[in-house]
């Protein structure tokens, strides 16, 4: 019997047609059956006939060549065949298959029996080629359905019914999922006898290989558990069983890089592998290949980079042992630029940490190498939590997040991390600050201390353990301490991992003793307990305990002192710090953090904010913080906090509050609770309580005013009777009580105590009963409660007025009081007087503001009414067209609307409001006008700057009533214009300065005509040198601007100093209002930013400041072709300076630009408009910073052009140094010799005055002449024995030249002088030797 042909896999499926042209040897297909041909019945007859010679001969009659033939062409037209054939093909081809491989290993028994080698080498043949062909045409099947089946998913969406009802009964998924399931069982059994070697020959794992890889590429084959699972043991039998690994992890690599789909299964194939053999070389290869690629390679392939950062942190968790021997491979990735590979090797390290380190058995030395390593491994996160990447940053913070979460962070290192993430709150990038917030709340959550961090109380908690720590070693020898206790780099502090262990075990034995040490109480009480400390154990336990108590106190330390932080983080522009640092806060509050109580209390406004996320938060909170099931304790908490608030919180409080009682999170057993406060029915409720209870009942009755009428009568008698002298501020909340009822409880009120109650508000308003700083706010209350409940309040206020007016100018006092105030004479105010005077302003005042609020109000009502007349009559209009007319429905409005006298009624109703609104301060008739004739006063009170200046508080009342009526009335503004700012600019208290600022801002809203031409001036306050009137002057300014009530002038330069304001509150106000008016339109900041940069460049700021400001103004332009516009015009401002400094300037703003393509060819376009500021270094520098920035983003042709524009920048800059050099050598040159050239004539002067002195026989020497030829001799003479050294420096031959000429007169006679001052040339050549003796120095 010849021996049968091998089999070898093709390349390709129809490649086994032309083997046989190759090699005779092999194993071809010689007779294909064209199945497309045959009728269904013939089809089906052909499969049986296959399927019966399949079963019935021997397991490898799969290689006779006709068994052969007939399967290739079922598979090669496996598509079309019915399902019916395809499960019979299937199932005889995978039943074959599966009985083949038993037979393997009882092939390999007898082989060791027989003692003729042939017949069992052929056997061995046959058993090895039908192996091979069951599985080439398995996957040849695989590949075949799964080519068929996805495009018609894909692609087809109606299909026939008939091929519906196929694709029910041909379930291929389960089908395919067995085949590869046996395909990987084939692979489990013992090849080596099969293939003559240890390992199958490359021609077999190859095929094998390449078509399970080829297979993960389809994501959606990988949904089906079963594929994926054979999938995944195929890969880990061919690369660990059978030694395919550098190939495997090639075809992983490449699948991992280009799809990230797969990226889990791989790891769980490696992991699988790794676990099923015992052998981590997979893995190790793989980490070893990435380990060895060029980090430089990640930063282009991006998508790459995160696959593999990715398939790095899944291994690591699957393989934490193996991953950690392997890791000094991953960590020079730290210093890459790509920053999702230092992503995934900082997570790689989380999951180490977590995981790799839990076993504690083994030898002493081995478990110090793994602690050791670990304590490396932290290190490493710690101070990546530095990178320059806010990613990785941020990730870093994650994973410390994910570590304290599994108790992975000893006590030893918890401070450090609680330390960095404290830092990171400051933090440039949002997202790195949201992750060390998140990060704080987990340390808080599982923070190894205690439920509770009081600082006291843990000072107070270690005290007492240090004392008993002492008496431990007291009472122990020295000599036995130092053999029993360990060394010092074994201690605590030391950050061993073995001590860090101890200690959280010795807290955790003690957590319940010590619950009561750390409750909040009294030092006192702490001191009592002292006896009492629960009993730790020895010294080694006591020293635990000690060190651990020191690093909770670090801990609550270090979290009380992020609170700062904190409330800067709540005024964030980012949601996320916002809601993430409420989050914090209330946990903060529940570990009774120190400050996180008062922090919470300015949360409160940001309920005003307009992101929903932020406004959810704020109310999420607060319920959370202050509502309780139990009403008792609600009630007490919102009363406690409307006590301790001030005027904002509690605007915000009422905010949430009556949304809440909208709501029904406020119930009505929560109000029955604070009603008992609020009438002492609960025991221990002081008269602040019960005023606090009252204000928050007056919240919630904004949103329910059923809520207090019926407590009217408890009102009245607690809120005016003996509690309010005791609680002053309880009268005020009691008349926003009654401003808050509803009509129908105004009403019972007038009925039943009417009377009485105006009685007592004319009281408080007129008495003196309230201090001073209670009585403003209490009388400003009791007058709006007037006009709220009144049925007549202008008759009530007019007798209020008159009543004050009266107390201060009675009978002839108050007239002389008058004539001295005309005539600057202050010597009849007294104490009491000025104190009278300034409440009557106050009254008065106030009752003209509340009067023209009235007269507004009943305008309102009345076109109210008017609306409702109006829709009544188009209700009926409308029925009256249907054709039911009303008889009853009178035709007045018809007729009045086709007159034209609707339109005429509402401007008789505008016409009488605006003369009721006049006649409030300046009436036709001053007899009958009670508060004109104060008006008049008050201007005239005003005027007296001496008396104003003596009596600051007496101004301080006077200012704010003639701002009230300038407010009320146009012709008094106008008239009293000049002295406000007047006052607003001299007045030397600067709560008058910012109540003027305040008021100059309602002005503008009111009368915008009258104060535009003093606009300047209301810019001015901006500064002003006190804090307050700067802070409220951007608050007017910003609330004017945002509202379009007043254009941006050209002042605003002013507003963008304050940026820089030494004030951190104003500074972020101004930030605030920058960044809201960038939101405006197309962003006005683009138009104002010229020429904030022109006035910014003549102020003398800081060059740090107008950083600041800039880059601020700047960031806020996002638009490209703004930032193009921008380009061009900064660059037309050199056209025309010579000022250094706005060079710098200009150039600096410049370089702060977001350059784009078309940006960068106009700044090289517009190079001759500054190409005279280049010689400057410090302009040069910033266009270095543009080219930088710009070679970035530039494509490559650009990127030509700006190097070349480069090197011209670099040469002109270069030119032009040495040109400004040698201008200013040429000038200091002309200035010597024009020193010289003057020198010179005044020694010919002295000498020609010499001569005509001089006798016959006698010699001259002008003394003054004489000493400076003495000296110049000196210099001669020096140069001649340094004429070298000076050579080779201009500068210094300059002046040797000028020096070097001696002057002597013609007429002087030589004897006795010096011979060594006589010179050859006279004073007349002297000019024209200059240049000769300069020759002649430099001969020399």
């Known amino acids: ?276 053999y015992a052998d981590g070389t997979l893995a190790s290869y793989l980490i070893r290949e990435i380990g060895r690629t060029n980090p430089k390679a990640y930063v282009k392939d991006t998508m790459g980079a995160e696959n593999i950062g990715r398939f790095l942190v899944e291994l690591a968790d699957r393989l934490p042992k193996l991953v950690s021997t392997n890791i000094g491979l991953l960590v020079p990735h730290f210093g890459g630029e790509s920053y999702k590979i230092r992503n995934a090797l900082v997570g790689v390290l989380g999951r180490l940490v977590a995981k790799a380190f839990k076993d504690v058995d083994g030898e002493v030395s081995s478990k110090s190498v793994r602690l050791r390593t670990k304590q490396a491994m932290m290190e490493i996160l710690l101070e990546r939590c530095r990178d320059v990447s806010a990613y990785t940053r941020s990730r870093v913070l994650q994973v410390w997040a994910e570590l304290c979460e599994e108790h992975s962070v000893s006590i030893g290192l918890w401070n450090e991390v609680a330390e960095v993430a404290a830092g990171r709150l400051e933090d440039r990038s949002a997202i790195v600050r949201k992750s060390a917030l998140n990060l704080l709340i987990v340390m808080l959550q599982h923070n190894p201390f205690g439920p509770q961090l009081r600082i006291v109380s843990f000072d107070a908690t270690l005290e007492q353990y240090k004392r008993k720590l002492s008496e431990f070693e007291s009472n122990i020898p020295s000599e036995s301490v130092e053999h029993v206790l360990p060394s010092e780099n074994d201690t605590y502090y030391g950050n061993s991992e073995i001590d860090d262990v101890n200690a959280e075990e010795v807290v955790k034995e003690q957590q319940e003793s010590l619950a009561d040490s750390y409750l909040p109480h009294s030092e006192e009480g702490i001191a009592e307990k002292d006896t009492s400390l629960p009993d730790v154990g020895n010294l080694e336990q006591t020293r635990a305990l000690v060190a651990s108590l020191e690093a909770g106190l670090r801990f609550s330390k270090c979290v009380s002192a992020t609170m700062p932080t904190l409330v800067q983080l709540m005024a964030s522009s980012s949601s996320s710090d916002v809601e993430n640092t409420i989050l914090l806060l209330m946990r ?441 009137v700067r802070k409220n002057a951007v608050l007017v300014l910003s609330h004017l601007i945002l509202n379009d009530m007043m254009k941006v002038k050209g002042y605003i330069n002013e507003m963008a100093i304050r940026v820089e304001d030494d004030n951190e509150r104003i500074s972020n106000l101004a930030k605030l209002f920058f960044h809201e008016l960038s939101k405006k339109g197309s962003n006005p900041i683009y138009n104002l930013l010229p020429d904030i940069l022109g006035k910014l460049s003549n102020q003398n700021l800081r060059w740090e400041s107008f950083c600041n400001i800039m880059q601020l103004l700047i960031g806020s332009i996002k638009k490209d072709k703004q930032m193009e516009a921008l380009v061009e015009k900064l660059c037309n401002r050199f056209s025309g300076v010579t000022d250094i400094r706005q060079w710098e300037y200009i150039s600096y703003c410049l370089s702060q630009l977001a350059f784009t393509e078309k940006g960068m060819k106009k700044l090289m376009e517009a190079f001759k408009i500054y190409e005279h500021a280049l010689s400057e270094d410090s302009v040069m520098e910033h266009f270095r910073s543009i080219i930088n920035k710009g070679k970035k983003f530039v494509k490559p042709e650009l990127k030509v052009c700006i190097e070349e524009f480069e090197e011209k920048l670099n040469k002109f800059h270069i030119e032009k140094k040495e040109q400004e050099l040698a201008t200013r050598n040429a000038q200091i040159h002309r200035q010597k010799v024009g020193t010289m050239e003057k020198f010179v004539e005044d020694c010919n002067s002295r000498g020609e005055s010499a001569e005509s002195d001089t006798s016959e026989d006698g010699e001259v020497v002008d003394p003054c002449l004489e000493g400076v030829t003495q000296c110049l001799d000196d210099v001669s003479s020096l140069e001649s024995g340094n004429s070298k050294e000076h050579s080779g420096m201009s500068s210094e031959v300059v002046e040797s030249e000028t020096d070097d000429v001696e002057v002597q007169s013609s007429k002087i006679d030589m004897k006795g002088a010096s011979k060594s001052r006589v010179k050859k040339s006279n004073i007349k050549d002297v000019n024209g030797n200059i240049s000769a003796s300069n020759r002649n120095s430099k001969s020399k």
Request: with cysteine; net charge negative; proline share 3%.
């Open 588 to 1028: 903060c509050k529940q570990f009774q953090i120190d400050g996180a109580e008062a922090c919470l209390h300015k949360m409160l406004p940001l309920v005003f904010s307009q992101d929903k996320s932020i406004y959810e938060a704020v109310e999420n909170a607060f319920i959370t913080i202050y509502i309780k099931k139990n009403p008792v304790e609600t009630a007490k908490n919102l009363l406690n906090l409307a006590i301790d608030s001030n005027i904002g919180d509690q605007a915000a409080m009422e905010f949430i509050i009556s949304a809440l009682v909208s709501k029904g999170d406020i119930s009505t057993s929560m109000i029955s609770a604070l009603w008992d406060f609020f009438c002492f029915n609960v025991s221990g409720t002081t008269a602040e309580k019960s005023r606090g209870a009252l204000s928050v009942l007056c919240m919630a009755a904004k949103s329910s005013n059923m809520i207090l009428g019926s407590h009217l009568q408890d009102i009245i008698d607690i809120g005016f009777g003996r509690w309010a002298k005791e609680e002053p501020l309880l009268a005020r909340t009691a008349c926003i009580a009654f401003q808050r009822l509803c009509e129908e409880d105004k009403k019972k009120l007038l009925l039943s105590n009417g009377s009485r109650v105006f009685g007592i508000l004319e009281s408080l308003i007129t008495g003196f009963w309230l201090p001073d700083n209670i009585w403003f706010a209490a009388a400003d209350k009791a007058i709006s409660a007037i006009y709220s409940t009144h049925p007549a309040p202008e008759a009530k206020a007019a007798d209020l007025v008159k009543k004050s007016i009266n107390s201060v100018f009675h009978s002839n006092g108050g007239d002389k009081l008058q004539k001295d105030i005309d005539n600057g004479n202050d010597s009849m105010l007294t104490t009491v007087q000025v104190g009278k005077l300034g409440r009557c302003l106050f009254v008065v005042s106030h009752v003209a503001m509340n009067q023209l609020v009235y007269i507004e109000s009943c305008a309102r009502k009345i076109q109210k009414q008017k609306i409702r007349k109006d829709k009544m009559f188009d209700d009926h209009q409308n029925v009256h067209d249907n054709g039911s007319m009303n008889t009853n429905v009178p035709m007045d409005s018809s007729i009045n609307a086709e007159l034209g006298l609707a339109a005429s009624e509402e401007a008789i109703l505008d016409t009488l409001t605006e003369r009721a609104e006049k006649e409030i301060v300046s009436g036709a008739s001053n007899d009958k006008n009670l508060i004109g004739q104060c008006g008049q006063f008050l201007s005239r009170l005003c005027r007296n700057f001496s008396l104003m200046q003596k009596y600051p508080d007496l101004q301080a009342s006077a200012v704010l009533a003639l701002c009230r009526f300038m407010i009320i009335d146009a012709n008094y503004c106008e008239a009293n214009l000049q002295l406000l700012f007047t006052v607003v600019e001299s007045a030397p208290s600067e709560i008058v300065r910012s109540n003027c600022t305040i008021a100059l801002g309602d002005l503008a809203v009111r009368f915008p005509n009258l104060l535009e031409p003093w606009t300047e001036k209301m810019y001015s306050r901006l500064q002003d040198p006190s804090v307050s």
């Open 1 to 276: 019997m010849t021996l049968s042909r091998h089999f070898v896999f093709p390349h390709n499926f129809r490649a086994l047609e032309a083997v046989e042209e190759q090699d005779d040897n092999l194993l071809s297909v010689q007779n294909p059956f064209n199945i497309s041909s045959m009728r269904p019945s013939q089809l089906e007859e052909f499969v049986k006939g296959v399927s019966f010679d399949l079963s019935d001969k021997e397991l490898f009659c799969v290689e006779e060549q006709n068994v052969f033939d007939r399967v290739y062409s079922l598979v090669g037209g496996f598509s079309s065949l019915s399902p019916s054939c395809k499960i019979n093909l299937v199932e005889s081809l995978r039943s074959n298959f599966s009985v083949l491989l038993p037979n393997i290993d009882s092939l390999s028994r007898v082989s060791e029996g027989e003692d003729d080698e042939s017949p069992v080498i052929e056997r061995l043949t046959s058993h090895r080629n039908a192996f091979k062909i069951y599985t080439f045409f398995l996957f040849s099947i695989i590949f075949a359905e799964d080519s068929n089946i996805s495009p018609n998913n894909n692609a087809k969406v109606t299909t026939t019914a008939r091929k519906k009802q196929m694709a029910n009964s041909w379930n291929w998924e389960l089908q395919r999922g067995r085949m590869l399931n046996l395909i990987a069982n084939s692979l489990d059994i013992n090849l080596s006898l099969l293939f003559g070697s240890s390992d199958p020959d490359e021609n077999y794992l190859s095929f094998v290989v390449k078509n399970a890889f080829s297979l993960f590429e389809n994501a959606v084959l990988l949904r089906d558990t079963d594929t994926k699972d054979a999938l995944c043991r195929i890969i880990g039998a061919c690369a660990t069983k059978y030694h395919y690994t550098a190939q495997s992890c090639a075809s992983i690599l490449h699948l991992i890089h280009k799809y990230d789909f797969v990226v889990i299964h791989m790891a769980d194939a490696v992991a699988g592998a790794e676990k099923k």
